[in-house]
């Protein structure tokens, strides 16, 4: 079965903290994509990020960095040196033959 | 460039009634997908469309239905509603389907129904 979890329900750092999201994934498939979005109180789903499952280059993008290991079933996100305006809900997401998003993470950045 | 257009923005119906709900995806974009999203559920999988034809469909009944336009845009409605149907409605748009490429979501439409 597909099936995408986010084990943590919410957190909650000051701001200039580091924070990891965790990401935990099923699925039979050898083909699939994986996908973070956040949204904010507007309650957009803003993009972050796509990997495929023959792409597990690790990568960082200003604050942002993603770490895929496949081994583990695992796809998770970190913000470097948090800011208020990070505060929103995050969701991972997997993709094969439709797409299943985890329960998603509040992220509560203090001033 | 214009983003994905969800009209309308909230809506609110009696049980019973229907809706329908619009979306106009990114220009050049020809994959539309719906989801909806409740505090219990989460988000969940409705169906996608690519080149008017239904891709994919989640775990929903009947009453759930949509089509494709040949401009792209997409229309999802909501026969016979009922009070568990209060939700936000999201639509993505990508290029291509099957998560081949990103999707990119619209503000969507809050509906209750009441």
């Known amino acids: ?111 | 460039k214009a983003g994905v257009t969800q009209t309308p923005r909230y809506l609110i119906k009696t049980r019973g009634q229907q809706v329908t709900l619009s979306c106009s995806p990114i220009s050049g974009h020809r994959s539309v997908s719906w989801y909806q999203q409740t505090p219990g559920q989460g988000l969940q999988f409705l169906f996608e469309y690519f080149s008017e034809t239904q891709r994919n469909k989640g775990n929903f009944p009947g009453r759930f239905s949509g089509r494709q336009f040949s401009n792209s845009r997409s229309e999802m409605n909501v026969s016979t509603l009922e009070l568990g149907d209060s939700a936000l409605y999201l639509c993505a748009s990508s290029f291509r389907t099957g998560g081949i490429t990103e999707a990119f979501f619209g503000q969507g439409t809050r509906l209750t129904v009441v």
């Not at chain 1, 990568?59 to 305006?85: D, L, P």
């Not at chain 1, 505060?87 to 203090?110: E, H, I, P, Q």
């Open chain 1, 1 to 111: 079965a597909q099936k995408v979890t986010q084990a943590q329900t919410e957190i909650s750092v000051v701001e200039k903290e580091d924070v990891t999201l965790d990401c935990v994934y099923e699925t039979r498939d050898t083909t699939y994509y994986l996908f973070w979005y956040k949204q904010p109180p507007s309650g957009e789903l803003v993009f972050l990020i796509r990997r495929n499952s023959f792409d597990e280059q690790n990568e960082i993008s200003g604050r942002y960095s993603w770490n895929f290991q496949k081994s583990t079933s695992s796809f998770n996100f970190t913000i470097t040196a948090s800011q208020v305006v990070d505060s929103a809900v995050y969701f991972c997401a997997l993709r094969d033959n439709d797409m299943r998003f985890g329960a998603g993470t509040r992220l509560t950045v203090k001033p």
